[in-house]
């Protein structure tokens, strides 16, 4: 049985082009030989029969690039337990879906949807990792169970807005805390959140005890800010006529900014990374910067798996190359005896 069948239709092909190499160089040289002298007059001008070394040096090529091109077909036979390892990583994206976050102010785009796809682009970059969702406003729930379904995360990704929560507001605190619930502490993977957010969070006591949490179960935070310094005025819907309304207080408009003070303070209280997304082009730089997140090496159990056998027509291989080296082109001539009757 061989893993890379096609590899000996092409062993083939190059034996078969490499025979008839042979076969053009042998009848050119007896072409040439012929043309020089007839072969009495031959035997007599080389004084000793024509060696096959050269014959078995050829041999032995064509029978070393035989057994490399069975080593690159891969051959296996049986089957043998061995130990799964990977680079492993349990991710939580908690995302902030409060109002604020339909804020038109990242190139003309709402927050929502530029941290939508920040964590869309993540995705692609997760082979073996596992993923949960957490939406957060002024309260908190889990939208995507901690799972390997990439398909079933995105799915739940893209109908992620805020009327999943009746109670506004930003509760930064709730969501740390309902990410840190959703790991498994007894696998030995690595931990991590990743919380996006513009920033306005109103329970600072929450908070603290959060922090406090996540320190003392060495769970890495990294925060990414969405949205402008400069903020924007908070759409809530539009009129009859197809005209924005924003929200508005004591007859003035509403503007929301970013405020990342407490999303930096987060990251580096907690040994995390904090990443801002103000633009198309910022946001780019921290869609690339979530690719390398840390993982820790784990045992996925153990798998029966075909035993490769590869490596004894490669070493077959290397040992008749070795002969052939040894093997010299060069006839011994032997001296003929001095003998004192020559003499006379």
């Known amino acids: 049985m061989f893993k890379e069948p096609w590899v000996l239709g092409l062993l083939a092909f190059t034996l078969g082009w490499a025979f008839l190499l042979v076969w053009v160089m042998v009848n050119d040289l007896r072409r040439r030989r012929a043309a020089f002298a007839v072969a009495p007059m031959m035997a007599r001008i080389a004084g000793h029969q024509p060696t ?13 690039l035989v057994c490399f091109g069975l080593a690159l077909a891969r051959p296996q036979g049986g089957f043998v337990e061995e130990a799964v390892l990977g680079q492993a990583l349990d991710l939580v994206v908690a995302l902030d879906v409060s109002q ?20 869309a682009h993540l995705v ?10 957490v939406v957060f406003a002024g309260d908190t729930m889990v939208q995507s169970p901690l799972s390997l379904d990439k398909n079933a995360f995105l799915t739940f990704l893209e109908r992620t807005d805020p009327s999943l929560l009746t109670k506004q507001g930003t509760n930064l605190g709730g969501a740390i805390e309902t990410s840190l619930d959703r790991f498994d502490y007894t696998a030995s993977q690595s931990r991590v959140i990743l919380l996006i957010s513009d920033g306005e969070d109103q329970d600072k006591e929450r908070l603290e005890r959060a922090l406090a949490e996540a320190k003392r179960k060495r769970v890495p935070i990294h925060t990414v800010g969405i949205g402008s310094k400069e903020g924007s005025y908070l759409p809530v819907g ?27 303070r987060i990251a580096q209280e907690t040994g995390g990374r904090f990443a801002r997304a103000s633009d198309i082009a910022t946001a780019r730089e921290v869609a690339a910067g979530l690719e390398d997140l840390p993982r820790a090496t ?36 032997e001296r003929e005896k001095d003998h004192w009757l020559k003499r006379i």
Do not use: H
């Open 52 to 64: 096959r070394r050269p014959v078995a040096k050829w041999a032995l090529m064509l029978l070393a």
């Open 100 to 119: 604020s976050m339909l804020a038109p102010d990242v190139s003309n785009n709402t927050r929502l949807a530029v941290a939508k796809a920040l964590v």
């Open 124 to 133: 692609n970059y997760l082979k073996q990792d596992r993923l949960a969702l």
């Open 238 to 264: 539009r009129d009859v006529w197809g005209r924005v309304i924003y929200k508005t207080w004591q007859g003035e408009r509403v503007r929301t900014k970013l405020d990342d003070r407490v999303l930096k």
């Open 298 to 333: 784990i045992a996925g159990g153990r798998q029966v798996a075909p035993r490769e056998l590869f490596s004894l027509p490669l070493l077959a291989g290397f040992l008749i190359l070795l002969l052939e080296w040894m093997i010299s082109e060069r006839i011994p001539y």
